[in-house]
């Protein structure tokens, strides 16, 4: 239990005892912390282990291929952490982002899972609470209170490249290419360019209709672009990116197309490569080597907080 609190407007952070009588219940208090694990028995790997501070928790994290200060620099995996302080009501929240890199050194003798070490490259307090960080195009892009950034980690350092005012709590962020969908806790999704040359994130269209929204992901089917979201209704929704249609009001508004109840909360999205063999028909020739690109689509896999696993696959209409 703990026994202190923050004042209203403590920049300091400093705590103040609270004096009271043996039977007033203290709340309770849950440390967090970051730890490193081996593939084989998932046993915490000797020396790795990071303990936040007091009321500080992970929001988000990432493994992150980065880019250097060069465009053409090769890229380098990073393991990137977003946190928030939650310290009562009374303090502005606060968080971080951590750099971290996995390093593989000398294992001692008497412990044999020690061979890699946590090595911490960057951490500092940013303006607000970082509620979600993700890549894009060699970049990390965060959720910062209200805003998203876009940053370039240059000499163990972020610099800032872009940035875009957004509405009331981003928790998901999608990325594939330079395109970023982003998801709102109530105002639903948006869908944003980030433009690499000029350092520019634009937004190219929105759901306008509220939508306590779980998760987020991209759908692929053939040269098709669809996006999923899960809601707090229980529902899968497809939405679609159609300037042409009279509904999108010119393309600022994403098409609503097709949803399903599936009865259970999705928090999880996974998406990869469909795999088809046919033998009798193709020999040993994987087939997905043969489709057209209009032929070639991605299974979604979602993860549902009743703990079932299901996947997504766009099929075509004749099919269907």
Known sequence: GINAEYGRNNLDKEEMNIEEDDNFPYPSLNWYSICLYTREGWEVIPGTKIDLPKYERVTSMKYMNLSGEQMGEQKKGYVVVGTMSSMGEEVSARGKIMIFDVMEVVPDPEKPLSGYKFKCLYDKEQKGPVTEVACILGHIISAIGQKLYVW???????????????????????????????????????????????????????????????????????????????DSNCNLVIYIYQPESVDSQGGMKLIRKSDINIGAHV??????????????????????????????????????LDGAIGSFLPLAEKRY
């Open 152 to 230: 370039s980690f240059i000499h163990n350092d972020l610099v800032g490249v872009a940035f875009i005012d957004t509405q009331i709590y981003i928790h998901s962020i999608s990325v594939v290419k330079n395109f970023v969908l982003y998801a709102d806790i109530t105002k639903s999704i948006s869908l944003l360019n980030f433009d690499r040359e000029c350092k520019t994130l634009s937004v190219i269209s929105r759901d306008f209709e509220p939508m306590e929204v779980y998760r987020t992901a991209f759908v692929v089917d053939g040269t098709n672009l669809g996006f999923l979201v899960s």
């Open 267 to 304: 928090n999880a999205f996974v998406r990869t490569g469909t795999r088809i063999h046919d033998g009798s028909i193709l020999g040993t020739t994987p087939a997905s080597s043969l489709l057209h690109p209009s032929e070639k689509r991605h299974v979604t896999w979602f993860g549902t």
